[in-house]
Nanobody, 121 residues
Framework: QVQLVESGGGLVQAGGSLRLSCAASGTIVSINTMAWYRQTPEKTRDWVATIHTDGRTLYVGSAKGRFTISRDNAKNTAYLQMNNLQPEDTAVYYC???????????????WGQGTQVTVSS
């Protein structure tokens, strides 16, 4: 059984910062890709950023220069540092990870429960 638990969301004023964390726990052999998505009530779940095992990162255009994704492989944890937050960043942020739970087994996809980020103007 694998769980992804996000934390660090909250209410912040425009221009402020938040740091989200995503901790994976359970029977974990290895974690491949980790990523962050976000979703508002009106929209689908949209991709924000990805980090690969080797540290390579990718960002959606609106996050470039403001958000930084990182990971601590020893702690099975990913982070999303969000700076200069704007009201349009308001959403529930979800962590995603590609995890193998058995030696020689296949990777499976896991989602966290989400953490609310609200940016006031």
């Amino acid at each position: 059984q694998v769980q992804l638990v996000e934390s660090g969301g909250g209410l912040v004023q425009a221009g402020g910062s938040l740091r989200l964390s995503c901790a994976a726990s359970g029977t974990i052999v290895s974690i491949n890709t980790m990523a962050w998505y976000r979703q508002t009530p009106e929209k689908t779940r949209d991709w924000v950023a990805t980090i690969h095992t080797d540290g390579r990162t990718l960002y959606v255009g609106s996050a470039k220069g403001r958000f930084t994704i990182s990971r601590d492989n020893a702690k099975n944890t990913a982070y999303l540092q969000m700076n200069n937050l704007q009201p349009e960043d308001t959403a529930v942020y979800y962590c995603f990870a590609d995890i193998r739970t058995q030696i020689g087994g296949l990777y499976s996809l896991y989602w966290g429960q989400g953490t609310q980020v609200t940016v006031s103007s």
